[in-house]
């Protein structure tokens, strides 16, 4: 028996009981209604906290699971090399990965090529995070197949350009890549400072973009020439998007602010990024009120009654009016330049601060938005640290309302533990040509946990998609990092 999903499940029927019930004088008292109460959506849709107490129920269904995978499979990517600081060569931590892609999400073919981008850094230096260019040809399969072109900027490159932001840039964040429709391949990552509060530098986060210039140099392999157009885009507006002054100005660093992973798309000749980020001041900010707001909790007044008291009373209950996580969208204009800030499409507030790496494509006249998220980052009950989510949302229009997928939002989950080697993180669905199957990818092993066994490409495995149900397609994993069915 799995005692810690029964122990999960004994929660959410104990709470969903005594609001039935009633319960007794502790929960009467809870019923009571706050001058501060309110129902505030502001035209948002909102992982709710209802839903969330419900998809502990479903934990464990083989549709919404993380397949289990054979560690004694599991190998490293062999061309994951780079050198440390004296100069020797090192394997390579992988972690966050996503595709060079086509306008409409599927993968792009780039002259008979197969790119992947993805974090690459020494597994002894946590700050080392930049971004790597991995390929193989189309076809191949195996994890050994994928080649290393090594970085794609050079450190010199935050210089070239009058950019005064990307000259204080410290790593380098997820993103993602497009094929643009005359064969050029345009980055979208994210540019980190460093953290230094005593010279007023917070790890700020702003999207950005480049050119990336790509070369084939005989017997199969492919080489970064440089880039191009190497820009700023959007590092938050305060009223929308919370900014990195908003979050630590006043000297207080427990925020965990964010504004990173944009994610790009097309719709009807228009460019967008999707991407990570807090809600602003006319979004639903945090702090203590959006604790009232029973637009956060969903269900009927008895559970809002109920679970704003027990929050109130918690010791989640800071880090619950901190938590105001969003799924952003800004339109950008065919230079990459900001057009126009737009509202969130999702939003976690009381729930996470943080829900990362948005993952948006259109299927069947429909919008799939999808999130990654860890349990150590939430503040409901029933949900601890070793859980790790795929959350996903549907909408018929790009900019909502979104609907939480298989009613709760829950698309996978794995409660493994960090130091197991087939622990996996950073779910990434890719639609399929004609197919109702995407391609599931993530990576594989935390890291710098095992002398051996270093961060990297997990088995792929196949995610089917119809309406507003997904489920987790039977014996359909794959090889490590493939990203197309064939």
Same mark, same amino acid.
């Given at each position: 028996?799995?005692?810690?999903?029964?122990?999960?499940?004994?929660?959410?029927?104990?709470?969903?009981?005594?609001?039935?019930?009633?319960?007794?004088?502790?929960?009467?008292?809870?019923?009571?209604?706050?001058?501060?109460?309110?129902?505030?959506?502001?035209?948002?849709?909102?992982?709710?906290?209802?839903?969330?107490?419900?998809?502990?129920?479903?934990?464990?269904?083989?549709?919404?699971?993380?397949?289990?995978?054979?560690?004694?499979?599991?190998?490293?990517?062999?061309?994951?090399?780079?050198?440390?600081?004296?100069?020797?060569?090192?394997?390579?931590?992988?972690?966050?990965?996503?595709?060079?892609?086509?306008? %409409? &999400?599927?993968?792009? +073919? #780039?002259?008979?090529?197969?790119?992947? $981008? *993805?974090?690459?850094?020494?597994? /002894?230096?946590?700050?080392?995070?930049?971004?790597?260019?991995?390929?193989?040809?189309?076809?191949?399969?195996?994890?050994?197949?994928?080649?290393?072109?090594?970085?794609?900027?050079?450190?010199?490159?935050?210089?070239?350009?009058?950019?005064?932001?990307?000259?204080?840039?410290?790593?380098?964040?997820?993103?993602?890549?497009?094929?643009?429709?005359?064969?050029?391949?345009?980055?979208?990552?994210?540019?980190?400072?460093?953290?230094?509060?005593?010279?007023?530098?917070?790890?700020?986060?702003?999207?950005?973009?480049?050119?990336?210039?790509?070369?084939?140099?005989?017997?199969?392999?492919?080489?970064?020439?440089?880039?191009?157009?190497?820009?700023?885009?959007? %590092? &938050?507006?305060?009223? +929308? #998007?919370?900014?990195?002054?908003?979050? $630590? *100005?006043?000297?207080?660093?427990? /925020?965990?602010?964010?504004?990173?992973?944009?994610?790009?798309?097309?719709?009807?000749?228009?460019?967008?990024?999707?991407?990570?980020?807090?809600?602003?001041?006319?979004?639903?900010?945090?702090?203590?009120?959006?604790?009232?707001?029973?637009?956060?909790?969903?269900?009927?007044?008895?559970?809002?009654?109920?679970?704003?008291?027990?929050?109130?009373?918690?010791?989640?209950?800071?880090?619950?009016?901190?938590?105001?996580?969003?799924?952003?969208?800004?339109?950008?204009?065919?230079?990459?330049?900001?057009?126009?800030?737009?509202?969130?499409?999702?939003?976690?507030?009381?729930?996470?601060?943080?829900?990362?790496?948005?993952?948006?494509?259109?299927?069947?006249?429909?919008?799939?938005?999808?999130?990654?998220?860890?349990?150590?980052?939430?503040?409901?009950?029933?949900?601890?640290?070793?859980?790790?989510?795929?959350?996903?949302?549907?909408?018929?229009?790009?900019?909502?309302?979104?609907?939480?997928?298989?009613?709760?939002?829950?698309?996978?989950?794995?409660?493994?533990?960090?130091?197991?080697?087939?622990?996996?993180?950073?779910?990434?669905?890719?639609?399929?040509?004609?197919?109702?199957?995407?391609?599931?990818?993530?990576?594989?092993?935390?890291?710098?946990?095992?002398?051996?066994?270093?961060?990297?490409?997990?088995?792929?495995?196949?995610?089917?998609?119809?309406?507003?149900?997904?489920?987790?397609?039977?014996?359909?994993?794959?090889?490590?990092?493939?990203?197309?069915?064939?």
């Amino acid at each position: 028996m799995n005692f810690k999903r029964f122990a999960k499940q004994a929660t959410v029927v104990t709470l969903s009981t005594a609001i039935l019930l009633g319960g007794g004088e502790s929960l009467t008292f809870a019923a009571e209604k706050d001058s501060r109460d309110h129902n505030e959506s502001y035209g948002i849709s909102h992982m709710t906290r209802s839903d969330m107490h419900k998809m502990i129920e479903q934990q464990g269904d083989s549709r919404y699971t993380v397949p289990q995978f054979d560690e004694s499979k599991i190998k490293n990517i062999s061309s994951a090399k780079g050198y440390d600081e004296l100069g020797n060569l090192i394997d390579l931590d992988v972690w966050d990965t996503w595709p060079l892609q086509n306008a %409409d &999400g599927t993968v792009a +073919n #780039y002259n008979g090529y197969q790119i992947v $981008f *993805g974090l690459a850094g020494d597994p /002894d230096k946590g700050w080392d995070t930049f971004i790597y260019m991995f390929y193989k040809k189309i076809g191949d399969t195996g994890i050994d197949s994928w080649k290393n072109a090594g970085r794609v900027f050079k450190d010199s490159d935050k210089f070239k350009s009058d950019d005064p932001v990307l000259r204080n840039q410290a790593e380098e964040w997820s993103g993602s890549a497009t094929l643009t429709e005359d064969g050029k391949v345009r980055l979208f990552y994210t540019n980190r400072h460093g953290w230094d509060p005593a010279h007023n530098f917070f790890g700020k986060q702003t999207l950005t973009t480049a050119q990336i210039n790509v070369s084939e140099q005989g017997s199969n392999t492919l080489k970064v020439d440089g880039i191009e157009d190497h820009k700023s885009i959007f %590092d &938050g507006d305060k009223k +929308n #998007y919370q900014t990195v002054e908003q979050a $630590f *100005g006043n000297g207080d660093y427990s /925020d965990n602010h964010t504004l990173r992973d944009p994610h790009y798309i097309e719709e009807n000749g228009h460019k967008y990024l999707v991407f990570e980020a807090n809600t602003g001041t006319e979004t639903g900010y945090q702090g203590e009120e959006s604790l009232f707001n029973k637009a956060y909790y969903g269900n009927s007044e008895s559970f809002f009654q109920n679970e704003k008291s027990k929050l109130l009373q918690s010791p989640k209950k800071d880090l619950a009016q901190i938590s105001n996580g969003a799924l952003g969208i800004i339109e950008i204009n065919d230079d990459y330049t900001l057009k126009r800030v737009m509202k969130p499409l999702v939003t976690s507030n009381t729930v996470t601060d943080e829900i990362e790496r948005p993952n948006i494509f259109k299927k069947d006249g429909k919008w799939y938005l999808f999130t990654s998220s860890r349990g150590s980052k939430m503040t409901i009950d029933g949900i601890d640290n070793e859980d790790i989510y795929l959350l996903g949302y549907v909408s018929n229009s790009l900019t909502g309302t979104y609907k939480p997928l298989n009613e709760t939002g829950l698309v996978l989950h794995h409660d493994l533990d960090p130091y197991d080697v087939t622990w996996n993180y950073a779910h990434f669905a890719i639609p399929q040509e004609g197919s109702d199957n995407t391609v599931v990818t993530s990576y594989m092993t935390n890291r710098g946990y095992f002398e051996d066994h270093k961060s990297t490409f997990a088995p792929s495995f196949q995610l089917n998609i119809k309406g507003d149900k997904t489920s987790v397609v039977k014996n359909s994993i794959l090889e490590q990092g493939q990203v197309t069915i064939k």
